[in-house]
């Protein structure tokens, strides 16, 4: 055993019953890698062939920001949230159909995490780029990279399961 491993062990020892209990009251290296570990395997739940299907997400997004803007109402992806009993997957034909539709999205991108929503948010309706996002959002180019695809995906499982974005049969 090495000798900063027993170090940390001795030093520990030397504090008082207070702040020990308060150092055992912050969660750990372990805890973290825990949660992070469970934010992977919830990622990996996703169906693979739901990548397919990321245009045609990306692609009702904006057909979303553009019958939005023609309600008279900026998109509110940041916004508060608006409930609705039921979904339509009817095509947009009248202004109650556009209503109906904005909602319906509306009600699928609450359902995401705030940053699943910032990053649809800059890249697919501000159309910003991958790197710009990254300044945005604080993050690094290969975390958006990396995220921006989770989050479509999520975004995709949602509109299949509120039948607003339908699969084949096989």
């Known amino acids: 055993m090495s000798a900063a491993l027993q170090l940390n062990g001795f030093l520990g020892a030397g504090i008082g019953p207070a702040a020990w209990r308060e150092q055992q009251k912050r969660p750990s290296t372990a805890a973290a890698i825990n949660n992070i570990e469970q934010k992977e395997a919830r990622d990996e739940d996703l169906p693979i062939y739901l990548a397919f299907y ?3 997400t990306e692609r009702m997004l904006r057909r979303y920001l ?3 803007m023609q ?3 900026a998109p509110s992806i940041l916004g508060e949230p608006i409930a609705r009993g039921w979904v339509s997957s009817r095509p ?3 202004f109650e159909d556009a209503v109906i539709f904005v909602l319906d999205i509306e009600k699928c991108l609450d359902q995401l995490e705030e940053l699943d929503r910032q990053l649809l948010s800059r890249i697919v309706l501000q159309e910003y780029t991958h790197p710009e996002t990254a300044s945005l959002l604080g993050m690094s180019v290969r975390s958006v990279g990396y995220k921006f695809p989770l989050a479509l995906d999520r ?3 949602k509109l299949i399961d509120t039948r607003l974005l339908f699969l084949p049969a096989s």
């Open 92 to 94: 947009v034909r009248t």
């Open 71 to 73: 309600v008279g109402r």
């Open 155 to 157: 975004l995709t499982q």
């Open 54 to 56: 990321r245009k045609h």
């Open 66 to 68: 553009y019958a939005s």
